[in-house]
């Protein structure tokens, strides 16, 4: 009998070619999906073609693949299970939102012979990491008569990209001695987007005068237009792989891109699980997951209701919910060597030991956790060694050097029986984050097992 606990490096055990495809694949996503309608749109696309119909047609009450979309930023995927929904269901809720630089609405200026535009950051970011970095503009713009622009500019080898400057050494002797925090100003996130003037001399902005122009002609767009616009910059490019041994990936938006890819795989995945599936993707995790398309929002009563009203059933969806259980799934951070000193090592998540399961998240005293119930976490344990998926336990950090939240308190509170459960990255929030391929592939693992025979 074992007496002693360890967790186990998930190489071991894991099949390399099947970790090795399935990384191929989410680089594909993870590269392509940078923002959440554009991961609402891969894989509305994907359950499409694997039958899903939408949930909020009439008319196919008598089929069982299900998805519903909220305002091209959440995305809901049903599967019918061997037991009715009235049993409850086995949800894996992730979000596709990630830190990053959004535009603001009235954005265009320019100063010493250089056009800007205006920024708000979104999220917890790290500012000075997001300086002189080639950064990529994506988003939409919905002009003066109503037709919407989706722009994508800064991916492909030819295509310009959009840079935040920073202050020479030579000249940085007194920002040098800003604390981190103070380094770069929010103001101060600013990228270049042009630096040639019209030819009229008698135009006051010349540089904002040749941007605009250039809009103009080539989107069809004016100055207004951008009031009505999302438009963020984000790194440019695509994911790559780490290491001599390429047993990593570094990417933008693995928090929390990773957990949508694997969890909504693993519900294209699964054949007809125990009990109902259900992954929700949903946004604004990095901001509070406020607004109609967090997760504090009711869309997944909503949706619950519309199916059940197209099954007939008659019990309340909060009686469902009641039944149900949850993975929340969101990335942990991973012990760095270089950063011993934030991590309590009995209780870290390590790079390559699998998926990290979190009985407490929140922070200092446990302040905003959500805190999943001993039972509960014993009935994962269970699932996940009788599958022989690589996983450990632990905390984010150590306590009172900081903590985070995920959207599992708001699951929570809904009476659904939540645990957190996602893969550990190095690097959370930085312009591109490094993710295990080990880890990546234990995580769609866990959610395949937990949507498929969870029973709690
Ligand atoms: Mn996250
Ligand atoms: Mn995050």
Redesign the pocket.
């Known amino acids: 009998m074992e007496l002693k606990y360890n967790s186990k490096n998930a190489w071991g055990t894991l099949n390399r070619d099947e970790v090795e495809g399935f990384s191929e694949n989410y680089k594909l996503f993870i590269s392509k999906a940078k923002t959440e309608r554009e991961a609402v749109t891969f894989l509305q696309k994907e359950a499409e073609a694997l039958g899903f119909v939408n949930l909020f047609n009439d008319n196919n009450a008598s089929l069982s693949k299900f998805y519903a979309v909220n305002d091209n930023k959440n995305i809901l995927l049903l599967k019918e299970g061997n037991s009715s929904v009235e049993e409850g269901i086995n949800f894996v809720f992730a979000h596709l939102d990630s830190?990053r630089i959004d535009v603001k609405q009235n954005p265009l200026y320019e100063g010493f012979d250089l056009a800007m535009f205006k920024t708000h950051y979104y999220?917890g970011i790290k500012k000075y990491q997001w300086v002189t970095t080639p950064l990529a503009l994506h988003g939409v713009v919905i002009r003066k008569d109503g037709t919407k622009l989706e722009l994508e500019i800064g991916e492909e080898l030819n295509d310009p990209v959009f840079v935040i400057s920073d202050l020479l050494p030579h000249l940085a002797r007194k920002q040098m001695e800003q604390n981190a925090k103070e380094l770069i100003t929010a103001e101060a996130l600013d990228p270049i987007v042009g630096s040639i003037p019209v030819p009229d001399e008698k135009e006051k902005e010349r540089f904002k005068a040749y941007i605009l122009e250039l809009l103009n002609s080539k989107y069809g767009i004016v100055e207004e237009d951008l009031l009505s616009s999302e438009l963020t910059f984000l790194p440019a490019g695509n994911a790559r792989d780490v290491g001599f041994d390429r047993s990593a990936i570094l990417a933008y938006g693995h928090?929390?891109r990773i957990c949508g890819y694997t969890g909504a795989r693993a519900i294209f995945d699964i054949q007809k699980g125990q009990k109902t599936s259900v992954v929700l993707l949903l946004d604004k995790e990095?901001i509070g997951s406020d607004g109609k398309t967090g997760a504090q929002s009711d869309f997944l009563e909503y949706a619950l209701e519309r199916y059940l009203a197209k099954k007939g059933v008659k019990k309340s969806d909060r009686e469902i919910l009641y039944k149900s259980s949850a993975i929340s799934a969101d990335v942990n951070a991973a012990a760095d060597p270089l950063y011993k000193d934030a991590f309590e090592e009995q209780n870290a998540a390590i790079f390559g030991r699998g998926i990290v399961v979190t009985k407490v998240t929140g922070s200092g005293g446990k302040y905003g956790a959500s805190d999943a119930s001993a039972e509960l976490v014993f009935a994962l344990r269970k699932l996940l060694n009788e599958n022989k998926v690589p996983w450990q336990m632990a905390e984010l950090g150590k306590v009172d050097v900081g903590g985070g939240g995920t959207v599992a308190k708001f699951m929570a509170m809904r009476g659904i029986e939540t645990i957190d459960a996602g893969p550990a990255l190095l690097s959370?929030?930085a312009p591109m984050e490094i993710a295990s391929k080990a880890d990546l592939y234990s995580s769609y693992l866990t959610y395949k097992f937990f949507l498929d025979q969870f029973n709690f």
């Open positions: 830190p999220g928090d929390d990095e959370m929030h």
